[in-house]
């Protein structure tokens, strides 16, 4: 894949041309090149490409994802911007930012992916059947990842099933969440039902990707006993595991074939890179806060309220292993290859985040190109999501606990404590996925599923000591931005904003 996906650039020009304004201008409409393209099997694989191209093109579907977390108690953006104005409650149609590029980036890799679909038929007679149901199969599971993306971020939103073909056909209001969620999993069931069912090795979409999309979006829905169901069958096949190699390790390199890995935006040296070891261990951009740090337990399972193993004075000793993998604490210290300790910018926290820092790269500065694939779905996340759908749907029972524990003891952890309530359980798995999902950028959606974001950000100050703000309902999705509402009067304006 990283042949075909990562050289594409011309392509993807030529199949994303932009010629009219508002949501046009970032569909495909050149006529011309889609009646001569095409036309062999390596051009329908330079135009899958182009759609998977799109998860780079918007750094918030790759790597940069893990800011997600500085919407959260988790960290804190230290440039301020737009992230840190959200965090402040500072959420309008005239936020721009961030806002814009969840919901630009996203209908630009759903026109590129309706693109495909729309024409890919053109090249049946020089592709193989099953080879044209795996493509299809991809194109459909990424137009649902998009979807999703804006589901979770706006709720209702524009559904185009296919490209509109001019202005005013793209001047349509918004769909209701729950149609826009029948369509994800419909594109989602026709994925599971083309992709092959081998393991997620080079980039490319398979059937256990779906499957854990999938059930993402059922857990989104409080649709407990079909992702107990589903994520049971992804379990039972055996094709995904727990990674036996260091955690830290999972995020930096070794990623390929990775049997824990079930989808990832992928990034390849020297052509497609990130610099994500500089903003976060050089610059210091992610500073990951003290109450992520105080929720890390001490290796005997306690927290540090009660285990006897915590000492004040000596803080980080004894505790979770995931602490130490996930952040640089203080007094930590690294050395570049020339014996010089490295020195990075000042942390307004005083952490740094260690997760995704490959650190075989020191000495890191501005010119480092970092390849790192960022991780959205693996296998970790699949077990927390049986054991969250499993523990609201039957109540607690050994598949639950062994779930949970699959994923503690991978680094040492004990398994918890027998006995546990439906309501204990409850904190149980949501105290994992914090820690085992920290700064991956998934706890700012988890906070707002469990429809706790408004009590628990509201209890946070941020590092100039100004309190996080988050109401209820108004917070819970963003605002259409005014750029986007002058182009389309059709689209009614979200409630609150």
Known sequence: ?????????????????????????????????????????????????????????????????????????????????????ISRGVTETSTGGIIDDMWGGAYAGISTCNNFLENVDKA?????????????????????????????????????????KTVEDAKIAQSPEAEVLEFIHMDLDSAINMLPDDRYEDGYAVKGSAQALKARVLLYEENWSEVASLTKEIIDDGTYSISSSDYRLLFIYRQYRNKEIMFSTKYLNPDDYSDIDAMLILWGAMAPRQELVDEYECIDGLSIDESPLYDPDSAYKHRDPRLGMTLMVPGEKWYNPDGSQHTPDPSISGYYQKKYVDSTRLPISTSTLSDQDFIHLRFADVLLMYAEAQNEDAGVDQSVYDAVNQVRTRVGMPDLPAGLSQSEMRDAIRHERRIELALEGLRYFDLKRWHIAHEVMPAVHDLGNIQIVFEDPKHYHWPYQMTELEVNPKLVPNPNY
């Open 124 to 164: 049946s007679d020089v592709v193989q059947p099953e080879d044209m149901q795996n493509y299809m199969g991809q194109v459909h599971f990424l137009r649902a990842f998009f979807y999703f993306e804006l589901v979770q971020y706006f709720g209702d939103v524009i559904l185009y099933k296919e490209n509109p």
């Open 1 to 85: 894949m990283k042949k075909i996906v990562y050289k594409i650039s011309i392509v993807v020009f030529v199949l994303s041309m932009f010629s009219c304004e508002g949501f046009l201008d970032r569909n495909p409409l050149d006529k011309l090149s889609n009646e001569t393209f095409w036309s062999t099997d390596a051009e329908v694989q330079m135009a899958l490409g182009g759609c998977y191209r799109r998860l780079r093109d918007n750094g918030y579907f790759g790597i940069e994802r893990i800011m997600m977390d500085a919407l959260t108690d988790n960290a804190q953006y230290k440039w301020g911007g737009d992230l840190v104005s």
